[in-house]
């Protein structure tokens, strides 16, 4: 059974920072795409960032420059490492993924949500 437990969100001032933490179980992460998305309220679920089993990277528009993603194949978990936090930023990120080498991925798992609330 697939499970991704997102941890590290929280309240910051605009300008903070934060890292999100995703840890999978169940999977072959060597093997496994995964990334970020999040949802504010009354907004579509928008990319965050992808990165594929080797190492390489996917950012939406809006984060570029601020936020990065990686992930550590020994322990199972992907993270990113948000900067520069806007209130914009405000939502809940939710952990994806799904078997392949492409940060193209149709998710295939999703984790439970990690709220990350900025202050003007």
């Known amino acids: 059974q697939v499970r991704l437990v997102e941890s590290g969100g929280g309240l910051v001032h605009s300008g903070g920072s934060l890292r999100l933490s995703c840890a999978a179980s169940g999977v072959a992460f060597s093997i496994y795409a995964a990334g970020w998305y999040r949802q504010a309220p009354g907004k579509q679920r928008e990319l965050v960032a992808t990165?594929?089993?080797?190492?390489?990277?996917y950012y939406g528009d809006s984060v570029k420059d601020r936020f990065t993603i990686s992930r550590d194949n020994a322990k199972n978990t992907v993270y990113l490492q948000l900067n520069n936090l806007k209130p914009g930023d405000a939502a809940v990120y939710y952990c994806?993924?799904?078997?392949?080498?492409?940060?193209?991925?149709?998710?295939?798992?999703w984790g439970q949500g990690t709220q990350v609330t900025v202050s003007s």
């Open positions: 990165t594929t089993p080797g190492g390489n990277t």
């Open positions: 994806n993924g799904a078997y392949g080498g492409s940060n193209s991925y149709t998710p295939q798992n």
